[in-house]
Every structure is written in C-alpha cells, then in structure tokens.
C-alpha cells in the first residue's frame, strides 16, 4: 500500500499564475478531502467527496479554489490566479467509508509558496 | 458544532508517561472522539478513537470521562519520536473532520 500520493511536494509560482495540485488516493477509499494547513489558521478543511462526488466545499475560501474529483483514483485542487496569501501546505486525505471505525489517512501534503 | 480544547503546549521527558488531555464539553451522544498526530514535516497520522470506553492500541490508550465531557491520550513511555503535535477531534453525524490547534508535545532526553 503506497499510501495517499499528493504532487508536487513543492510548488513555487508567482502571482497571477494558476496553481494545480494532485493527489492519488488509497485505492479502495471512496472518501477524499482536501486540507491547508497555515500557522495563523491551522488545519483547515477545504472540501470532501464521496464516491467523487464533492459533499461539503463551505471551507472552500473563494471562488478562486475549485476541487475536481474524475475519478476515484484522482483528485485535483486548483487556485486561479494564485495569491501570496495562498501560500500555505495543503494535505490530501483519503478514508474507506463512513464507518467510525475509518480513520484519515493523509499524504504528505504539498508546500505551496506564492511570491 | 462541538468543539475541543487542548493546550497549546506539554514537555514530558523520556520513557515517562505522557497524559494529553482534552475537553469537549458540548460532545452529543453520537460524537466520536478521534486523536491525530503530527510529526515535523508530515501528514496527521491516526493515534486512536473511541466513543465511551477506554481503548487500547500498539500506539497509545484514550481514557473517555464518564460523563465524555473529557478524554486523555495516554502515551506509556514517550520517546524522542512521539515528539508531535497532537489533535483531538470530534467526528459528527456530518462527517465533518475539522482540526483544532492540538497540543505541541516537547520531549527531553
């Protein structure tokens, strides 16, 4: 098991420019989320799906962000234009089913830095 | 939605017994009470859950107060590489998995 697979590790970009973050979950899990974590604000969720469908994006900032789910094996996080606010880490996490028993299982996330 | 409170910060020195506590005084009877942790540079990783009785695992135990307005994570024996910072989270009926800003564990040698 390879575990959650997030790319790039870094990303580098200036303002302006769009941002595309991917991430490949455990095959099998039918629960995805996506997470950015800041020192001022901590681990934030952004949005979730279900059967790649998106159930939940309220923590989505704004209408740069949109999150797309193709397929179960697939998920993309993508900030257009970018901002240096932007700048931050974000996670993927993916989880076998609705049982509480289920925990998150995260990737390694994705360091974002927007100049 | 239910909230926790940790504190921000705890040091424990090596191969002691570690108690991180947490409050969540407005849990509803269908919370489960989940704890993370996060190594530098890292993903959260799963600690352990439970919903009213104390749980046990290769990696710590979790004491639920009875009345589950409270719980402890309890590491047996912390070591240099528990060092973390460490989350208590409420998962609801809304499947929400929302992270406070958990408490950073220092560990001495």
């Known amino acids: 098991d390879a575990g959650v697979i997030q790319s790039p590790r870094h990303e580098v970009t200036e303002m302006g420019q769009e941002v595309t973050l991917r991430c490949k979950p455990i095959?099998?899990?039918?629960?995805l989320f996506w997470y950015r974590q800041t020192m001022m604000r901590g681990l934030e969720l952004l949005i979730y799906f279900n059967n790649n469908v998106p159930i939940d994006d309220s923590g989505m900032p704004e209408d740069r962000f949109s999150a797309k789910m193709p397929n179960a094996s697939f998920s993309t996080l993508k900030i257009q234009p970018s901002e240096p606010r932007d700048s931050a880490v974000y996670f993927c996490?993916?989880?076998?089913?609705?049982?509480?028993?289920?925990?998150?299982?995260f990737g390694n996330g994705t360091r974002l830095t927007v100049t | 939605d239910a909230k926790t409170t940790q504190p921000n910060s705890m040091e424990s020195n090596e191969e002691e017994p570690v108690h991180l506590p947490c409050n969540h005084s407005?849990?509803?009877?269908?919370?489960?009470i989940h704890w993370y942790r996060q190594l530098p540079s890292q993903g959260p990783e799963y600690v352990i859950h439970g919903l009213t009785s104390n749980v046990n695992n290769r990696m710590a135990s979790l004491a639920i107060a009875e009345d589950r307005k409270s719980s402890t994570l309890i590491l047996h024996r912390a070591t240099l590489r528990d060092a973390a910072v460490y989350y208590c989270i409420l998962r609801d009926v809304n499947d929400d998995m929302r992270f406070g800003a958990g408490t950073r564990l220092t560990v001495k040698p």
């Open positions: 407005t849990i509803s009877g269908t919370d489960y």
């Open positions: 095959s099998g899990h039918d629960y």
């Open positions: 996490a993916s989880r076998l089913g609705q049982g509480w028993n289920s925990p998150l299982h």
